[in-house]
């Protein structure tokens, strides 16, 4: 095991700034704080054999596990969806910076990484009906399952784009072509960027959402709190499906 590279250098190799700019690309959380996480990590496994894939299918077991968690009863569960969350996005940070620095990117690498954020969020939304329910199936658990459905058909609707554009032999969409051609779309989608209620429909933040909300169980004495969560994370998520295909369909990405 030779010496740990000098920060720095990682720095440059691993967080690229093209990337860490991008909207699209980088989760706020990464470079709020993550970032400087991962690269200290990343900095210790670049000297041994752990591979880039090894990672990422550690990030995926993380995130179904984090759903998972919420099967335990009481304010366990959230804590530890929420710090198995955390973990989650430590390792998507981590994998793609081992990666580069190692030069081992790989098709195998971005397909598990995809699917890996379709089962972690999906995880969460389906745990957050059982936690809601607090015992047996009903209602909650089916709002639960729809909400996950939800999530499915949001990044589902992102990914297809690439898939679109790489059918019609075109490079991959930028920044500049997510701008929604019709004013009036625009317009409500800056609104909708103002408020941010649609990062909830993220993994990372519905976590926090559903630990705020057991605290509040916690306080009150039952799970109202968290069922109302929940009805706000399927009622968000199933008013971006169709808002999230027209910005698509009214945008430069498909052309």
Same mark, same amino acid.
């Given at each position: =095991?030779?010496?740990?590279? #000098?920060?720095?250098?990682? %720095?440059?190799?691993?967080?690229? %700034?093209?990337?860490?700019?991008?909207?699209?690309?980088?989760?706020?959380?990464?470079?709020?704080?993550?970032?400087?996480?991962?690269?200290?990590?990343?900095?210790?496994?670049?000297?041994?054999?752990?591979?880039?894939?090894? /990672?990422?299918?550690?990030?995926?077991?993380?995130?179904?596990?984090?759903?998972?968690?919420?099967?335990?009863?009481?304010?366990?569960?959230?804590?530890?969806?929420?710090?198995? =969350?955390?973990?989650?996005?430590?390792?998507?940070?981590?994998?793609?910076?081992?990666?580069?620095?190692?030069?081992?990117?790989?098709?195998?690498?971005?397909?598990?990484?995809?699917?890996?954020?379709?089962?972690?969020?999906?995880?969460? =939304?389906?745990?957050?009906?059982?936690?809601?329910?607090?015992?047996?199936?009903?209602?909650?658990?089916?709002?639960?399952?729809?909400?996950?459905?939800?999530? #499915?058909? /949001?990044?589902?609707?992102?990914?297809?784009?690439?898939?679109?554009?790489?059918?019609?032999?075109?490079? #991959?969409?930028?920044?500049?072509?997510?701008?929604?051609?019709?004013?009036?779309?625009?317009? #409500?989608?800056?609104?909708?960027?103002?408020?941010?209620?649609?990062?909830?429909?993220?993994?990372?933040?519905?976590?926090?959402?559903?630990?705020?909300?057991? !605290?509040?169980?916690? !306080?009150?004495?039952?799970?109202?709190?968290? %069922?109302?969560?929940?009805?706000?994370?399927?009622? !968000?998520?199933?008013?971006?499906?169709?808002?999230?295909?027209?910005?698509?369909?009214?945008?430069?990405?498909?052309?």
């Amino acid at each position: =095991m030779g010496a740990a590279p #000098v920060l720095e250098e990682l %720095r440059e190799v691993c967080q690229p %700034r093209a990337k860490l700019a991008s909207r699209n690309g980088e989760h706020w959380a990464g470079r709020l704080y993550m970032r400087k996480i991962s690269l200290r990590l990343t900095r210790q496994l670049v000297r041994t054999p752990v591979t880039p894939d090894q /990672l990422t299918w550690t990030m995926v077991v993380c995130g179904v596990a984090s759903g998972a968690a919420l099967l335990v009863p009481g304010l366990t569960g959230p804590v530890l969806a929420a710090v198995l =969350m955390q973990l989650f996005l430590l390792f998507d940070c981590v994998d793609g910076e081992v990666a580069r620095w190692k030069g081992q990117n790989s098709a195998t690498g971005i397909y598990v990484d995809r699917l890996g954020a379709y089962l972690a969020d999906a995880a969460l =939304m389906a745990g957050a009906g059982f936690h809601a329910a607090r015992s047996g199936f009903g209602g909650w658990v089916s709002l639960g399952l729809a909400t996950a459905l939800g999530v #499915v058909l /949001l990044k589902a609707s992102t990914d297809l784009v690439d898939v679109a554009r790489a059918r019609r032999g075109l490079t #991959v969409a930028d920044d500049e072509s997510t701008r929604p051609r019709s004013q009036g779309v625009a317009a #409500v989608r800056r609104l909708a960027a103002a408020f941010k209620v649609h990062r909830l429909t993220n993994g990372i933040e519905a976590s926090l959402l559903l630990l705020a909300a057991a !605290i509040g169980d916690t !306080i009150t004495g039952g799970v109202d709190v968290t %069922r109302w969560a929940l009805i706000g994370l399927a009622a !968000i998520t199933w008013v971006m499906v169709p808002a999230h295909l027209l910005s698509i369909l009214s945008s430069s990405r498909l052309r």
